[in-house]
């Protein structure tokens, strides 16, 4: 890549969706007006080339598409409503032109989807390995945000849609290394890794719904996400492994698989939360009457820690999941 203008240029949105935004790419800043009666959110997650992905199971159209959906994911885990992204790259000189383009594509994709502008961000270049940081503004109406210090003893807890996708997708991806055809089922897993969806209409569901609710998105394995809800809420988490919702396609894995996918592994961007008995009576029927899947898979005590509920005995879960610093 030579030019940093050019590229500018390139990714520079010809339309934008917000009508807040006054300046978007251009000048030394974007500038958007804050909406009256909302609180403003603001997240940030960085991919780094060799920690995050290699560029065996991910197309730079994935690596734009995964670094938008991480942080779209993060608004969703507090009931926002997303507005704006921008974004950091920094290019190591093997990179083309066109394959950062594709990078773009990829956030495109997804934020058309959510009529999401990018309004700004930086560009340099990088010695060896591609590093992608972008960072997302949206906004909650006053006193909806959703935190995970909200949960309390005798609350329900629930997952929506089902978890451990993306764990299977990436062991099947480096089992294949990244190049041979999948079937139907494997090019199911692989997409839930390399596209995950955000559920941002679920946390707006949530928020909407003006009950307390505690919320985090699933982005190291339910075991750690559990485990931030307990921590923060001061309460402990009773999981029943046998309620974790799967995928009907997950039946190729053994049992052992499914669970340890689900609890320790990655990036699958559902929500977990929990909610009042009387609450989540209502939240149930109302998901149902959408056809939208979500499940209860435990209860909140209290006390401290994450337990699972084998056989009517606890097991104590250790709070482990994809930490880039733990020793290997
Ligand atoms: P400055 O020198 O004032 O920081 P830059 O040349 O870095 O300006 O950026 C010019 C404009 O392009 C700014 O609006 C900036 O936000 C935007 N921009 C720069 N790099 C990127 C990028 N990688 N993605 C999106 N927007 C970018
Ligand atoms: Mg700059």
Redesign the pocket.
Known sequence: MKD??S??QK??PKKTYQSSLIQ???????LFRAAAGYDEIVCTDTLVEGVHFLQSTMRPFHIGYKALAANLSDIAAMGGIPLFY????AVPPAWAEEDVLEI?EGMRSLAERYQID??????CAAPNELVVTVTVIGRVEKGRHLFRSQARPGDVVFITNTVGNAAAGLELLLKKNGNEPYSEEEAFFVSCHQTPAPQVEFGRFFAESGVRIALNDISDGVASEAHEIAENSEVSLILYPDSLPFHPYMKRFSGEKQLDFALYGGEDFQLIGTAAKSDWEKIKKECAQKGWRITEVGTVMEGKGVYLEVDDRLMELEKRGYNHFRKR
């Open positions: 940093e203008f590229l500018i990714i520079a978007g790419i251009g000048d030394d800043a974007a921008l974004v950091s790259i773009y990018l309004i700004g961000g930086d560009t």
